[in-house]
């Protein structure tokens, strides 16, 4: 069955993500079912001297949110998704001084074709929010579509990037169906 096929791809997804990120699965935010969410959060501070004396401390971290879309992907879909991230991404993002940055990424996994709207939207969507002007850093947001059978990805320009990985895994048939 299709919605098995992306579920199971969906957990050996999830399960590449576990060696760098904390991963919480089957998530249901606003009765918005997620396969996954995965947290990384990566903190970096220059000492002088000793620990004691910190001149500066720095916390960049990576949010994954994953759908699967058992039916075909509507615009309704996508935005609902959007707006699910976006109420929910500030669980795991502290506005502090020494946060720098947050990407934030939204997948969702779907078969079948795609509508050209839904297309122009995905490769549209980018939103990037500074936190008190930019004193505490900034959040990116992305939404993407991953397409197991076509090996493809859909995504912004600049998210491209942050997708290269699984892109890569697909390719080389790492996750498969």
Same mark, same amino acid.
């Given at each position: 069955?299709?919605?098995?096929?992306?579920?199971?791809?969906?957990?050996?997804?999830?399960?590449?993500?576990?060696?760098?990120?904390?991963?919480?699965?089957? #998530?249901?935010?606003?009765?918005?079912?997620?396969?996954?969410?995965?947290?990384?959060?990566?903190?970096?501070?220059?000492?002088?001297?000793?620990?004691?004396?910190?001149?500066?401390?720095? #916390?960049?971290?990576?949010?994954?949110?994953?759908?699967?879309?058992?039916?075909?992907?509507?615009? #309704?879909?996508?935005?609902?998704?959007?707006?699910?991230?976006?109420?929910?991404?500030?669980?795991?993002?502290?506005?502090?001084? #020494?946060?720098?940055?947050?990407?934030?990424?939204?997948?969702?996994?779907?078969?079948?074709?795609?509508?050209?709207?839904?297309?122009?939207?995905?490769?549209?969507?980018?939103?990037?929010?500074?936190?008190?002007?930019?004193?505490?850093?900034?959040?990116?947001?992305?939404?993407?579509?991953?397409?197991?059978?076509?090996?493809?990805?859909?995504?912004?320009?600049?998210?491209?990037?942050?997708?290269?990985?699984?892109?890569?895994?697909?390719?080389?048939?790492?996750?498969?169906?």
């Amino acid at each position: 069955m299709v919605g098995d096929r992306l579920t199971r791809f969906a957990r050996e997804l999830a399960n590449k993500f576990t060696l760098y990120f904390d991963v919480y699965r089957d #998530e249901q935010p606003s009765d918005f079912p997620l396969s996954f969410i995965a947290h990384y959060k990566r903190r970096d501070e220059r000492y002088m001297v000793m620990k004691k004396i910190k001149v500066y401390g720095v #916390e960049n971290q990576q949010l994954v949110f994953a759908a699967v879309a058992n039916e075909p992907v509507s615009l #309704e879909f996508v935005r609902r998704f959007q707006d699910v991230i976006d109420q929910h991404k500030h669980r795991f993002i502290q506005e502090d001084a #020494e946060h720098m940055s947050t990407i934030v990424l939204g997948l969702i996994v779907a078969e079948g074709a795609l509508d050209k709207a839904v297309l122009k939207e995905v490769r549209k969507f980018r939103k990037v929010k500074f936190l008190k002007f930019g004193w505490h850093g900034w959040v990116e947001t992305y939404v993407a579509i991953l397409h197991p059978d076509q090996k493809t990805v859909h995504i912004h320009p600049k998210g491209r990037s942050f997708v290269k990985s699984i892109e890569t895994l697909m390719r080389e048939d790492k996750i498969s169906l």
